[in-house]
């Protein structure tokens, strides 16, 4: 790595327009200068198209998907087609980045065995206008997938890939999958490759009510049974401890659905069932929330 290396931002969109500007100001706001944008829209029908062009910076280029797809992983596996960077990261719409990201996560791909820079970021809650630090707790580095099995910590805006390390995998992000797209990438490059992280944020995550993983918890669930089936046959995965740990996640989600859902009753026979763990202690004071105040906090 040196201080030319260019990194590919990619930006997904559909319909964004609400957004838009606050995210691409982010990017070009930028202290490390070398970058460029794949803007990839995903036939929009509002102004998102509009907004983009109106940047008159070369470094924005401008992608019409020829048909609308609504699997995220699917359209930013053909934005990547379109990149020319020797590192890789993502930027949705909706959030956006602190000035000094790219410069502090350049910095630790000085080591080769670095294939991706992750940070800790700001969850602004819109609709309440206040931010959340994502994580106190220090955040791992290293061969870490099984810190990742245990507690997947790698919020989507923040890291930064080795281009490399993208391309020892047997493919990119997974076509089939809504909502974890990110997670099974990531997990399979922590099996091959060093992660480091800034442990300060370095971006922030727009929690309006509209995102995607919190309107599909059930997706989500689906796309981690089946994920958690593949790796059970998966030689890279079978020698980590923590593998188990995403079943016991998986029914977590599963509980604090039933809770929400179908209430008090349905809930407390699966609670009672759910093995003996702090995950356990979160589900009964979930069950004795009134159902008004679970919706509120429901990005568990």
């Given at each position: 790595?040196?201080?030319?290396?260019?990194?590919s931002?990619?930006?997904?969109?559909?319909?964004?327009?609400?957004?838009?500007?606050?995210?691409?100001?982010?990017?070009?706001?930028?202290t490390?200068?070398?970058?460029?944008i794949?803007?990839?829209?995903?036939q929009s029908?509002?102004?998102?198209?509009?907004?983009f062009?109106?940047?008159k910076?070369k470094?924005?280029?401008?992608?019409?998907?020829s048909?609308?797809?609504?699997i995220?992983?699917k359209?930013r596996?053909?934005?990547l087609?379109k990149?020319?960077?020797d590192?890789i990261?993502f930027?949705?719409?909706?959030?956006?980045?602190l000035?000094?990201?790219?410069?502090k996560q350049?910095?630790?791909f000085?080591?080769?065995?670095i294939?991706?820079?992750?940070?800790?970021l700001?969850q602004?809650?819109?609709?309440?206008n206040?931010?959340?630090?994502?994580?106190?707790k220090?955040?791992?580095?290293?061969m870490?997938?099984?810190e990742?099995?245990?507690?997947?910590?790698?919020?989507?805006?923040?890291?930064?890939i080795?281009?490399?390390?993208?391309?020892?995998?047997?493919?990119?992000?997974?076509?089939?999958?809504?909502?974890?797209?990110?997670?099974?990438?990531?997990?399979?490059?922590?099996?091959k490759?060093?992660?480091d992280c800034?442990?300060?944020?370095?971006a922030y995550?727009?929690?309006h009510?509209?995102?995607?993983?919190?309107?599909?918890?059930n997706?989500?669930?689906?796309?981690?049974?089946?994920?958690?089936?593949?790796?059970?046959k998966?030689?890279?995965?079978?020698?980590?401890?923590k593998l188990?740990?995403?079943?016991?996640?998986t029914s977590?989600?599963e509980?604090?659905?039933?809770?929400?859902?179908?209430?008090?009753?349905?809930?407390?026979l699966k609670v009672?069932?759910?093995p003996?763990?702090?995950?356990?202690?979160?589900?009964?004071?979930?069950?004795?929330?009134?159902?008004f105040?679970?919706?509120?906090?429901?990005?568990y």
């Open positions: 790595m040196t201080e030319q290396s260019l990194v931002v990619i930006i997904n969109c559909f319909n964004g327009e609400k957004y838009l500007r606050q995210a691409l100001d982010s990017v070009i706001a930028q490390y200068k070398n970058w460029e794949i803007f990839w829209d995903n029908t509002d102004k998102s198209a509009e907004i062009k109106s940047y910076d470094r924005l280029k401008y992608n019409l998907a048909s609308h797809t609504k995220l992983y359209a596996n053909f934005a087609k990149t020319n960077g590192f990261s930027l949705d719409v909706d959030d956006w980045w000035p000094e990201k790219l410069e350049l910095f630790f000085k080591d080769p065995e294939g991706l820079v992750y940070g800790n700001w602004f809650f819109e609709k309440k206040k931010i959340k630090i994502y994580r106190k220090k955040l791992p580095t290293g870490i997938l099984n990742l099995l245990n507690d997947y910590v790698i919020g989507s805006p923040t890291y930064v080795r281009k490399k390390a993208l391309e020892s995998l047997n493919y990119y992000f997974n076509n089939d999958y809504h909502i974890i797209g990110d997670f099974d990438l990531n997990t399979r490059l922590a099996a490759w060093k992660f800034v442990q300060k944020p370095v995550v727009r929690i009510g509209s995102n995607e993983s919190l309107l599909n918890r997706k989500e669930i689906t796309e981690l049974k089946t994920w958690y089936e593949s790796a059970k998966d030689p890279t995965f079978l020698s980590y401890s188990d740990q995403i079943p016991l996640f977590y989600l509980t604090m659905e039933t809770i929400l859902e179908n209430g008090f009753k349905e809930g407390f009672i069932k759910f003996f763990c702090f995950k356990k202690a979160k589900l009964i004071i979930a069950l004795l929330l009134p159902k105040i679970l919706k509120k906090i429901k990005n």
